[in-house]
Every structure is written in structure tokens, then in C-alpha cells.
T-cell receptor, first 110, second 114 residues
Framework: AQRVTQPEKLLSVFKGAPVELKCNYS??????LFWYVQYSRQRLQLLLR??SRESIKGFTADLNKGETSFHLKKPFAQEEDSAMYYC????????????FGTGTRLTIIP | GAVVSQHPSWVICKSGTSVKIECRSL??????MFWYRQFPKQSLMLMAT?????????EQGVEKDKFLINHASLTLSTLTVTSAHPEDSSFYIC??????????FGPGTRLTVT
């Protein structure tokens, strides 16, 4: 069965410092991975997906199949990055569903 | 952009009654919608996949007779919590699948059963 692990429940980083949110996955098939973000009092929204290989709001994430990881990185944290971040794995098993990690709450310290 | 709404955003009901939550995709059609449950300070837990015109697919451990899902049109899915009990109190979130992978989430519905 597929699984997504985010080992850090809470992460605090000073403004301007680099950020790395860890995500590891377990899946026997070819993975499709995503990062979702939930800002305070807002709905969950897609931040980025690995197939796009894009940078959104300064964040990037590289899929490392050898390490089964999809860590989210940003070189210089900003206060508006404070939010809840979820790593998600797309599984096609009859239905197109997402398996979410437990999430990491990122707090940027001014 | 793709917008998904939920109604109501907040509901209180008495134990034993039923509550219906609506999920609508406002500017796109969605043959597939998903219902999640989120406990305080925890991740989203998929409850079921709602497919337009067919029966929903429930995740293991989710009672289909308790959580009735109807996906009657390409823009509307409903979740009915039947005979609600206090342990059903939670935050219920829906999402709609627009592209092959991309889910757009609703703002959630907070259910409190007294």
C-alpha cells in the first residue's frame, strides 16, 4: 500500500533562512507527487507538482526515486510562507485519488 | 481559476438527525469528486470517491450507509451524514478533479453534533 511520510509536524525557520520540508513516499508504482499548502483560514491549494518541474512562490521540489523523497525547498524564507504544507501522492487504482502525508506546519520567525 | 464551493460552511445538529453537505464545482465540470475528513491538527483522510452517475467508492473503514454520497450532476456532489452522533463531529472537505491529477478543494464544512 502507498504511504506518504512527513517526519516534521512543526518547523520554525527565521526569515531569510533556507527552508526544507521533508517528504518520503512508499509506492510500488510510478509516483506522481504534489505539494499542497493551506494558509491560515484558507482552503487547501496546490503549490506544485513534480511533473511540472516548476518553481512556485520560490519553492521547488525534486523527485528522488532512489531515496523515495520529494522534499520541498526554498532558499530564502518569507513571513508569508507560514502555513500548513502537505505532501501528496497520486495513485491510480480505479480512481484518481491522493494519499496525503500528515502535514508540516511551517512558521517563519520575523 | 477553478473554484469549488461547499455549503454549509458550518452546521450544528442534534444527535440522531441527518445532515447534508453540498460540494459544487462552480466553473468546471467534474466527473470525479472526493470527500475527506479532517480531525483537529491532523491530515486529510479520504472517505470516498464520488463519480458522476455511478456509485461512490468508499475507503476501507468508512460506513457507506452512514455517509451517503450522491453525485447527481457534473457540478454537484452531496454527502449526507445519517443519524449523526457526536463522534461524527469533524471538518469535512470536498475536492473536485478537473484535470487528470489536479484536485481543487472546497473551503470545508465544520459539523458539530450535540
Amino acid at each position: 500500500a502507498q504511504r506518504v511520510t512527513q517526519p516534521e509536524k512543526l518547523l520554525s525557520v527565521f526569515k531569510g533562512a533556507p527552508v526544507e520540508l521533508k517528504c518520503n513516499y512508499s509506492y510500488s508504482g510510478s509516483p506522481e507527487l504534489f505539494w499542497y499548502v493551506q494558509y491560515s483560514r484558507q482552503r487547501l491549494q496546490l503549490l506544485l507538482r513534480h511533473i511540472s518541474r516548476e518553481s512556485i512562490k520560490g519553492f521547488t521540489a525534486d523527485l528522488n526515486k532512489g531515496e523515495t523523497s520529494f522534499h520541498l525547498k526554498k532558499p530564502f524564507a518569507q513571513e508569508e510562507d507560514s502555513a500548513m504544507y502537505y505532501c501528496a501522492l497520486h495513485v491510480k487504482a480505479g480512481n484518481e485519488k491522493l494519499t496525503f502525508g500528515t502535514g508540516t506546519r511551517l512558521t517563519i520567525i520575523p | 481559476g477553478a473554484v469549488v464551493s461547499q455549503h454549509p460552511s458550518w452546521v450544528i445538529c442534534k444527535s440522531g438527525t441527518s445532515v447534508k453537505i453540498e460540494c459544487r464545482s462552480l466553473d468546471f465540470q467534474a466527473t470525479t469528486m472526493f470527500w475527506y475528513r479532517q480531525f483537529p491538527k491532523q491530515s486529510l483522510m479520504l472517505m470516498a470517491t464520488s463519480n458522476e452517475g455511478s456509485k461512490a467508492t468508499y475507503e476501507q473503514g468508512v460506513e457507506k450507509d452512514k455517509f451517503l454520497i450522491n453525485h447527481a450532476s457534473l457540478t454537484l456532489s452531496t454527502l449526507t451524514v445519517t443519524s449523526a452522533h457526536p463522534e461524527d463531529s469533524s471538518f469535512y472537505i470536498c475536492s473536485a478533479l478537473r484535470d487528470r491529477y489536479e484536485q481543487y478543494f472546497g473551503p470545508g464544512t465544520r459539523l458539530t453534533v450535540t
